[in-house]
């Protein structure tokens, strides 16, 4: 029988303001357990300033120092943590091994929220979707619309990461959370599961037209004139097969962003390299530095310099871009469109819905209606957001404004927000 060894993730508080809690991970190894983490740890909002990673191919040992939040639920992240450490069994000579039989998760269910409010202010569609990000309720499709009177109708298709959902205990909590959030305002709220055509078919029935994917997608690696908020010139990947007889050495320099340490991470876990080493760490300048010593599947080093050059350009690719956004027209209205890469997994970037409702807030716009749905583009599965602005708030930000403050809110990095003078 599997066993789950509570002490393979410990985590140290900073005991003061500006120190870092410590995660440490110890437990058997798997094909991307560094992206698991990476994963959950972003999706709690929390940034890595420093990692330590070393396996020898059964059991591995990784050191997370992180910058948490005052609002940080640190046994839940825990327990999140534990959930995708690999279970193992004591053996007759008491060596822990991998079980990969019990490493199968069944897809979780889906559910419909549909519930009607009486207006449609400012933040509102942010205001939901911060409740049921701190309900573990996970958004994979949604549809917002207002109607001419004003009211608005929301359908969000989410899952559980407690599966509980299907429970009326689960039901009557969820409906209490948005209840307190929006009051009177609340006219109808349902649960219900999903249709099987919904789970049978998550691209959903939106539409891109090749003028946005040749927009958006157009070009793969753009390293030369990506322009506007993202900085191609501070990415750096270099390969080095001289400094270790049996490793291939990643070297990366570039600039910190969200969830970096993630987007390598899933990089690798999708091409199946191995990590046997790493050490990453931000400087105070706001760079990040990599050192990875990897191999392929077959336990060999990378030296097929093709192998290698694909490698390091879609390192250098997801480094300036890891999610596409542009604002374009869709008539006489504004869209702004988002879109991320989905792991081979099947598993989305967490909180991107959440910080771009967040930028929007920011700028004062409402939001007319979203659409969520994934789309097979270059090869690539990605998840698609586009979210029609209101007319008239989007009329008086320009476009480039909209895109700068949804880019910097999505990479974590500084926005002073928008007072109406262009510079």
């Known amino acids: 029988m599997g066993i789950l060894n509570e002490d393979a993730v410990l985590i140290k508080e900073a005991e003061k303001a500006g120190d870092n809690t410590i995660i440490t991970v110890n437990c058997p190894d798997k094909t991307g357990l560094g992206c698991d983490l990476c994963r959950i740890i972003l999706l709690f909002g929390l940034s890595i300033a420093r990692g330590d990673v070393s396996t020898d191919g059964k059991w591995c040992y990784l050191v997370f120092w992180v910058v948490g939040q005052p609002t940080t639920s640190w046994d839940l992240l825990k327990n999140r943590l534990l959930e995708v450490c690999p279970l193992c069994t004591p053996a007759i000579s008491k060596i822990f091994y991998f079980l990969p039989e019990f490493q199968q998760p069944k897809p979780p269910e889906v559910f419909l929220l549909k519930f009607w409010c009486t207006f449609d202010r400012k933040g509102l569609l942010h205001d939901v979707t911060k409740v049921l990000c701190e309900l573990e309720l996970t958004v994979k499709r949604v549809k917002v619309s207002t109607a001419p009177d004003g009211r608005v109708m929301d ?44 789970i049978a078919n998550p691209q959903g029935s939106t539409f891109l037209s090749p003028a946005i994917t040749d927009d958006m997608f157009g070009l793969e690696f753009a390293g030369t004139h990506m322009g506007g908020p993202y900085n191609s010139n501070r990415v750096s990947v270099t390969v080095d097969n001289d400094l270790s007889p049996s490793h291939t050495l990643i070297h990366i320099l570039c600039r910190d962003h969200k969830g ?51 490698l390091c350009s879609r390192l250098r690719m997801e480094l300036i871009r890891p999610l596409r956004v542009e604002v374009m027209s869709r008539g006489p209205d504004t869209e702004l469109l988002v879109a991320n890469p989905v792991e081979l997994a099947g598993k989305g970037r967490p909180l991107v819905f959440y910080d771009i409702t967040h930028a929007i807030t920011s700028l004062k716009i409402r939001i007319f209606s979203v659409e969520i749905a994934r789309h097979r583009i270059h090869d690539r599965e990605w998840e698609v957001y586009r979210v029609l602005l209101d007319e008239g708030d989007a009329g008086l930000v320009p476009r480039s404004i909209i895109k700068e403050g949804v880019v ?16």
């Open 408 to 423: 910097k809110k999505l990479m974590g990095w500084d926005y002073k927000g928008y007072n109406g003078i262009v510079h």
């Open 260 to 310: 970096l340490t993630y987007d390598i991470m899933r990089t690798l876990k999708d091409y199946n390299f191995q990590i046997s080493y790493a050490r990453f760490f931000a400087n105070a300048k706001g760079n990040f530095q990599v050192d990875l010593f990897i191999m392929q599947a077959d336990g060999k080093k990378i030296v097929d310099p093709e192998k290698q050059n694909v």
């Open 155 to 198: 359908l969000l298709f989410v899952t559980d990461t407690r599966e509980l959902l299907h429970t009326k205990k689960r039901q009557d909590e969820t409906k209490s959370h948005l209840n307190a959030m929006l009051g009177d305002n609340m006219i109808s709220f349902e649960i219900e599961l999903a249709g099987h055509e919904v």
